[in-house]
């Protein structure tokens, strides 16, 4: 069964850019490394030329998960997001009911989490609880630290 990754506009270019980088940039740059280091001599002793094909190796790779990401990409039609229940994309203005703290999370696909920025994956343990629930909406969720209720203030986008 394909397994798909679901990106917003911005989260699918980032994703483009960085493969862009790191093939138009550094696949070359290393590329040169790795030819200036062979010019040198003797490659079984050649520090320079192990560190580059090890590098070369890595970057590789990275590309490779990047690209296997992009072709299971899919993208999200912000158009459709509707603010009636909690769903992907929205933006979910919370409050734990026992220590009174109001809280506002974005609901994004787990490739575009990032919790500095106020992001949480949609198949987190918070995410999971509130999707589908309205305002005014107490939910119990279980997270490591055990059950807490929420009250559903606010959904925006």
């Given amino acids: 069964m394909a397994e798909y990754l679901y990106f917003t ?3 699918l270019q980032k994703l483009k850019e960085e493969i862009e ?3 138009g940039v550094e696949r070359p740059a290393i590329t040169k490394l ?8 003797d490659l079984s ?18 590309i490779s998960k990047l690209e296997d990401k992009l072709s299971k990409a899919r993208l999200i039609d912000e158009s459709k997001i509707d603010t009636s229940t909690v769903q992907i994309l929205n933006k979910v203005k919370i409050r734990n ?7 506002e999370y974005m609901l994004v696909s787990e ?8 992001k949480i994956a949609i198949n987190s343990p918070i995410a999971s609880g509130l999707l589908g629930k309205r305002v005014g909406d107490v ?15 606010e959904i925006s986008l």
Avoid at 45 to 62: F, I, R, T
Avoid at 97 to 103: D, G, L, R, T
């Fill in 21 to 23: 980088q790191l093939t």
């Fill in 97 to 103: 009911m026992k220590k009174k703290q109001v809280m």
């Fill in 111 to 118: 490739t575009e989490a990032n919790l500095k920025e106020g």
């Fill in 9 to 11: 506009t911005g989260g």
């Fill in 139 to 153: 939910v119990d969720i279980n997270v490591p630290s055990g059950v807490i209720s929420f009250e559903i203030l």
């Fill in 45 to 62: 002793e050649n520090a320079e030329y192990v560190a580059a094909k090890e590098a070369q190796g890595m970057l590789e790779l990275k």
């Fill in 34 to 41: 790795i030819a200036d280091a062979r010019d040198k001599g």
